[in-house]
């Protein structure tokens, strides 16, 4: 068990710096996931954090202890990377083993350390096989393995079903999501994948170009993202963005904003706008509504494609230059080339001014 805190981390790759001043602060026991688009630095930073990369500037604390300057093997965190790095000729045992094997570990103690990862994982019956015996996410899960045995107080993700298809990945991810319930280790996963992300993460950390954009729970990011960038990464399909425009804005801070030729009302933080500023409305596809009746704004989406999925559909169409997405239910029988009418709601919509500044204040849902 570990806490980690980063307190203005710089990283310069020669005159290059790729890590710009990040502070993070990760509770003991938390599942964080870093996740950005690629080149983002979500893996520079992890790591960083394993020491595999030096810190240029500022300051690594594990368990309150200054890491910059500690060797890997001495930080007490394993990590799983992208690859599954197993030795070919050795079996899933044997793999399993080799660090502990390495480091003079005594052999009864090596033997119920691997049993025990063997247990959490369901390798049991694999234990005599070689790598070229295993799927995709049984060599994923020898490697998951290998690290649980070493008892880290960290555990570092890096991209781990990256290479497994889609059906495995989710299988996968469920049994990361049960290895973190119930070992309560602090882990940090580093992905693109924002649905994993969500699925997985007690904190999520978005990082662009090497800053931190914002940090939450999932909940708090998908429903009160800081910016337009995180708006449009959290969420799948990814929000909707209108061009709009402010008209007015009273001393309450109950702003009017014309889309299109239609005005809707939404209560802003009036210090971040000012009347003629042009403003980007967001809504996600989820949001969309069928049925216009008690909209607020009316749209007429010419639909382009539509993906027919059972039990809910998804319409890519145009409105006025803006591609839109649109989630409907699955009996929605809507094909390429038609146009329907959808509405929206004020209560649904977001704003953000032109630096990307979220403007309106969203409720999180709380148990």
Known sequence: MATIKLTNVIKRFHDIETIHGVNLDLQDGEFVVFVGPSGCGKSTLLRLIAGLEDITDGKLEINGTNMNNVAPADRGVAMVFQSYALYPHMTVEENMSFGLRMNGVAPDKIKAQVSNAANILQLNELLDRKPKQLSGGQRQRV???RAIVRQPEVFLFDEPLSNL????????????AQLHNRLKATMIYVTHDQVEAMTLADKIVVLRAGNVEQVGSPLELYHNPANEFVAGFIGSP???FLDGKVISIDNKDIAVIDIAGQTIELEVD???ISVNESVKLGIRPEHVK????D???VLKIDIDVAEHLGGLTYLYGQFQGHKLTIEVSGANLTRHGESVEVGLKKADCYLFNRTGEALVDRPVPVR
Do not use: P
């Open 143 to 145: 490697a998951i393995g």
């Open 165 to 176: 298809d889609a059906e495995l990945r989710v299988d996968m991810r469920i049994q990361i």
């Open 238 to 240: 990814k929000m909707n």
């Open 270 to 272: 009036g210090t971040k």
């Open 290 to 293: 069928e049925n216009t009746q």
């Open 295 to 297: 909209a607020d704004i």
